[in-house]
């Protein structure tokens, strides 16, 4: 079944505890984006990439990183985190960003940082 | 800058009526317009697209076309179901890699 995976789906922690989100698609798309979805402000776009070893800035990047070493994994790094990152995150991929415009979502990371 | 503004919600219809969601962006250049939505305790998906000035997008009796003279992009339906109801997002697509998103409009149909 084609599909975005994430994991995990529900994390509290605390302030500094480094944590990585994973991400995964076996639909061998080139694009790959992560998101945070909070109330009144809908999703805005944290980091993103074209391809391996691509990546770049979106709306959002402070407090994150990513990295793109293999073509269907892309995750997403909060080295130090703080109470507001604590939010709603959905990685998503898409093949033929440019003609299709289609992103395919995982089910979300719902994350509290307390 | 790049950015959506959508209706805010929710919007609470009883079923078979008419829907409206108002959609206004600003960009620079040619972006192109989606509409995603999202069931509860799911991620997006596409509803759809446009491209360009004046190209309409339709999906699942839904509508929505591209106005480059009032930069809108509202979302249409002429007969809502209870099974549509969801949180629904305009979207813009910048620079063929950069995506921005309205904050979303809930809609509640009821029986």
């Known amino acids: 079944e084609a599909q975005v995976t994430q994991n995990p789906r529900y994390l509290i922690t605390v302030t500094g505890k480094k944590l990585t989100v994973t991400c995964s698609q076996n639909?061998?798309?080139?694009?790959m984006s992560w998101y945070r979805q909070d109330p009144g402000l809908g999703l805005r776009q944290i980091y993103y990439s074209m391809n391996v070893e691509v990546t770049d800035k979106g709306d959002v990047p402070e407090g994150y990183k990513v990295s793109r070493k293999e073509k269907r994994n892309f995750p997403l790094i909060l080295e130090s985190p703080s109470p507001n990152q604590t939010s709603l995150y959905f990685c998503?991929?898409?093949?033929?960003?440019?003609?299709?415009?289609?992103?395919?979502f995982g089910e979300g990371s719902r994350l509290t940082v307390l | 800058g790049n950015s959506v503004t959508q209706m805010e919600g929710p919007v609470t219809l009883s079923e078979e009526a008419f829907l409206t969601i108002n959609c206004t962006y600003t960009a620079t250049g040619y972006p192109s317009l989606f509409w995603y939505v999202q069931y509860p305790g799911e991620g997006l998906q596409l509803l759809l697209k446009a491209t360009k000035a004046d190209d309409k997008g339709s999906n699942k009796g839904f509508e929505a076309t591209y106005r480059k003279e009032t930069t809108s992009f509202h979302l249409e339906k002429g007969s809502v179901q209870v099974s549509d109801s969801a949180v629904y997002f305009c979207?813009?697509?910048?620079?063929?890699?950069?995506?921005?998103f309205g904050s979303g409009t809930k809609l509640n149909v009821k029986p």
């Open positions: 998503a991929s898409s093949f033929e960003l440019a003609n299709t415009g289609e992103l395919f």
């Open positions: 979207a813009l697509l910048y620079n063929f890699n950069k995506f921005y």
């Open positions: 639909m061998n798309h080139e694009y």
